[in-house]
């Protein structure tokens, strides 16, 4: 019995994540350009953002609703404890891309445990890598425009208070961990936790259906296995929410320490 069960169960794989074009491909290339699963998910995600905040604020009222009011107070989360906090009082500058990456991210993230879709499109490094060079670029951009290319790259590479004769291994160092590295550890964390997240709930869901199929003392542990699938469902709720959390306070903090005076 267990041997057939087994032979009939399908583990998750990488498999789960390729997913092929719906209708006709764009090649560009070598680089296939459709509409699948995975854009559909993307698009979707960002119209459901979009969708909440028309309808939460499209006659804002003194008294707010339960709809405002939810998107009232996420605003005011991003800007208080991401945007003031990491950057001081020039965060309200950069409160359009805050506020774009964390609902964005969250709003992608969050298709991981809606029933019948159960896949985040953040699974995929290309859609973090994205967000990551934007962020790359913008903080980038702004410590080149407060410091000069040269200041900045003084700011950057050359940390105050350290030795001189120590600067020839402090340099590349710096170089490689905040200039080549930040985006790569920001699409990383990101995409690992719902690559993870999506093998951990594929495994616990499609194990209790695989014991319920096969009777015996399996059927008994079935159970136990859905029990901590839905404890999971939780979990990634959570994770959606601080992950989403964790990449937008990173970003202003890479912004606020660019824009800093010293280091």
Same mark, same amino acid.
């Given at each position: 019995?267990?041997?057939?069960?087994?032979?009939?169960?399908?583990?998750?794989s990488t498999?789960?994540?390729?997913?092929?074009?719906?209708?006709p491909? =764009?090649?560009?290339?070598?680089?296939?350009?459709?509409?699948?699963?995975?854009?559909?998910?993307?698009?979707?995600?960002?119209?459901?953002?979009?969708g909440f905040?028309?309808?939460?604020?499209?006659?804002?009222?003194?008294?707010?609703?339960?709809?405002?009011?939810?998107?009232? =107070?996420?605003?005011?989360?991003?800007?208080?404890?991401?945007?003031?906090?990491?950057?001081?009082?020039?965060?309200?500058?950069?409160?359009?891309?805050?506020?774009?990456?964390?609902?964005?991210?969250?709003?992608?993230?969050?298709?991981?445990?809606?029933?019948?879709?159960?896949?985040?499109?953040? %699974?995929?490094?290309a859609?973090?890598?994205?967000?990551?060079?934007i962020a790359?670029?913008?903080?980038?951009?702004?410590?080149?425009?407060?410091?000069?290319?040269?200041?900045?790259?003084?700011?950057?590479?050359f940390?105050?208070?350290?030795?001189?004769?120590?600067?020839?291994?402090?340099?590349?160092?710096?170089?490689i961990?905040?200039?080549?590295?930040?985006?790569?550890?920001? %699409?990383?964390?990101?995409?690992?936790?719902?690559l993870?997240?999506?093998?951990?709930?594929?495994?616990?869901?499609?194990?209790?259906?695989?014991?319920?199929?096969?009777g015996?003392?399996?059927?008994?542990?079935?159970? =136990?296995?859905f029990?901590?699938?839905?404890?999971?469902?939780?979990?990634?709720?959570?994770?959606?929410?601080?992950?989403?959390?964790?990449f937008?306070?990173?970003?202003?903090?890479?912004?606020?320490?660019?824009?800093?005076?010293?280091?």
């Open positions: 019995m267990i041997g057939g069960i087994l032979a009939a169960f399908e583990p998750p498999k789960d994540f390729v997913w092929g074009c719906w209708g491909a =764009l090649r560009a290339g070598g680089i296939e350009i459709c509409l699948n699963f995975i854009t559909f998910l993307v698009l979707l995600g960002f119209l459901a953002m979009l905040f028309f309808f939460a604020l499209r006659k804002p009222r003194v008294v707010p609703g339960r709809l405002q009011s939810t998107a009232e =107070l996420g605003i005011q989360f991003v800007r208080e404890n991401i945007a003031l906090q990491m950057i001081g009082p020039e965060g309200d500058r950069f409160m359009p891309l805050l506020a774009t990456l964390f609902f964005a991210i969250f709003f992608w993230n969050i298709w991981e445990v809606a029933p019948g879709i159960n896949f985040s499109s953040n %699974s995929r490094i859609f973090p890598l994205v967000m990551a060079i790359w670029i913008t903080y980038n951009t702004v410590g080149i425009v407060k410091h000069g290319f040269g200041g900045y790259m003084k700011h950057v590479l940390p105050p208070g350290a030795p001189v004769w120590l600067y020839p291994l402090l340099v590349p160092i710096e170089f961990t905040q200039i080549i590295v930040r985006p790569i550890t920001l %699409s990383v964390r990101l995409w690992a936790n719902f993870a997240g999506h093998f951990l709930l594929a495994v616990f869901f499609l194990g209790t259906i695989a014991m319920l199929e096969s015996g003392i399996l059927y008994a542990i079935a159970p =136990l296995s029990v901590i699938g839905v404890a999971l469902v939780g979990f990634e709720i959570f994770v959606s929410l601080l992950q989403a959390f964790i937008t306070i990173l970003t202003a903090s890479y912004i606020g320490g660019a824009m800093a005076e010293e280091h």
